[in-house]
């Protein structure tokens, strides 16, 4: 079965742009999550989604960024304007809330970030 | 706050050792506790979630989790230089809420 499905892997932008990512969670999965990895604060939430609806976006830093799940298939999150401090790891992630599997949460291979 | 806490290390071991891996969490009321591991450059994988006090072993590793203390820790016994990675413990209150996770330990098996 494929993973969560993460594009770009990796991005170079110039500060002022707008970066969009995209996510594909696994399919039957109903909760969707986004976090941020940088070496000072690890990994941090930023938004997720339970059947598609935003549940909390507290983590969002400020309202350059915005986040997006139209359907079960597809999430995005968008920076704009992007600045250097953006510049990170963004972990797309998915879990079917299955007790069984403890709530596992399974995670996408990553965009990395370069804001310059 | 929920918060969990873990040294960042590096914690070196050598080839054949036992490698102990401690966590702590503030929210009393975490249910499901996970271990994952993170090689440079790539994404968190799972290694075992536990949800019971004791001991839960899958091969070369072990959870240990004490609710009362707020503590869980993960052993893996014959440490291999292909365990070397980051390890982030992880913390998940209820349900489909997102897990917290730690910072992580940076762990280095010495051949």
């Known amino acids: 079965d494929a993973g969560v499905i993460q594009s770009p892997r990796h991005e170079v932008t110039e500060m002022g742009q707008e970066v969009t990512l995209r996510c594909k969670p696994i399919?039957?999965?109903?909760?969707l999550f986004w976090y941020r990895q940088t070496m000072m604060r690890g990994l941090e939430l930023l938004i997720y989604?339970?059947?598609?609806?935003?549940?909390?976006d507290s983590g969002m830093p400020e309202d350059r960024f915005s986040a997006k799940m139209p359907n079960a298939s597809f999430s995005t999150l968008k920076i704009q304007p992007s600045e250097p401090r953006d510049s990170a790891v963004y972990f797309c992630a998915s879990s079917s809330g299955s007790h069984i599997s403890g709530n596992t949460i399974y995670f996408g291979e990553g965009s990395w970030l370069t804001v310059v | 706050q929920k918060e969990v806490e873990q040294n960042s290390g590096p914690l070196s071991v050598p080839e054949g050792a036992i490698a102990s891996l401690n966590c702590t969490y503030s929210?009393?009321?975490?249910?499901?506790f996970f271990w994952y591991r993170q090689y440079s450059g790539k994404s968190p994988e799972l290694i075992m979630f536990i949800y019971s006090n004791g001991d839960k072993e899958d091969g070369r590793f072990t959870a240990q989790l004490n609710k009362a203390s707020q503590y869980v820790s993960l052993l893996i016994r014959d440490s291999q230089p292909s365990d070397s990675a980051t390890y982030l413990c992880?913390?998940?209150?209820?349900?489909?809420?997102?897990?917290?996770f730690g910072k992580g330990t940076r762990l280095s098996v010495i051949a």
């Open positions: 399919s039957g999965h109903n909760s």
């Open positions: 992880a913390v998940n209150h209820s349900g489909n809420t997102p897990l917290v």
């Open positions: 989604f339970n059947n598609n609806v935003p549940i909390d």
């Open positions: 929210d009393r009321g975490s249910q499901s």
